[in-house]
């Protein structure tokens, strides 16, 4: 049993500094939820990515609080706001929980991916508005992607799976 226990501070101390490393990724916001809200992320966003943003904004259940949907804002891997969501538009956004064990996909792959697409469009990639979110227990979380150039206009939009990468749509 103390073996056991030994691996797995191994492994945690392991992943901890890499995810600690870039808080201001994906992964790194999300790591940085309080354990109330890991298991009832519902939704992921992000505006102004390059590939970070300044902010991330998770809206989530809130186990401490019987399952309460919250709206957090995240800056430099610290909640710096949190609400109750009370929108109408976070009542109908899908409420299935994100599955975060799955994700291997981080902003900066997703930012590596829309160079690529802004080139094959003769563009130059400027910054990326990020959402992520599960539509259904079963299935697989997606990314949605929209590519903007360095003065702000639309190049293009793609959705890639969360767990490997792979395109699943380009417009």
Do not use: C, K
């Not at 808080?23 to 390059?50: H, Q």
């Not at 902010?55 to 706001?81: C, F, H, K, P």
């Not at 990468?165 to 417009?171: A, D, E, P």
């Amino acid at each position: 049993m103390n073996r056991l226990l030994l691996l797995l501070s191994l492994v945690v101390s392991a992943v901890a500094p890499a995810l600690a490393q870039n808080p201001d990724s994906a992964l790194g916001a999300l790591a940085s939820l309080p354990a109330n809200y890991r298991n009832g992320v519902v939704w992921l966003s992000a505006d102004n990515a390059d590939p970070h943003p300044d902010q991330w904004y998770v809206t989530a259940r809130n186990a401490a609080r019987d399952g309460l949907l919250m709206n957090l804002t995240i800056e430099d891997g610290r909640i710096v706001s949190e609400r109750p969501a009370i929108s109408p538009r976070a009542f109908l956004r899908q409420i299935t929980p994100i599955n975060l064990r799955s994700l291997r996909v981080n902003s900066t792959d997703l930012w590596r991916d829309a160079l690529a697409f802004a080139e094959r469009r003769g563009q130059r990639l400027g910054s990326l508005s990020l959402q992520l979110q599960q539509q259904g227990r079963d299935a697989t979380p997606v990314w949605s992607v929209w590519s903007y150039d360095r003065r702000g206009n639309y190049i293009g939009y793609f959705s890639a799976l969360a767990t490997t990468g792979s395109i699943t749509s380009r417009r």
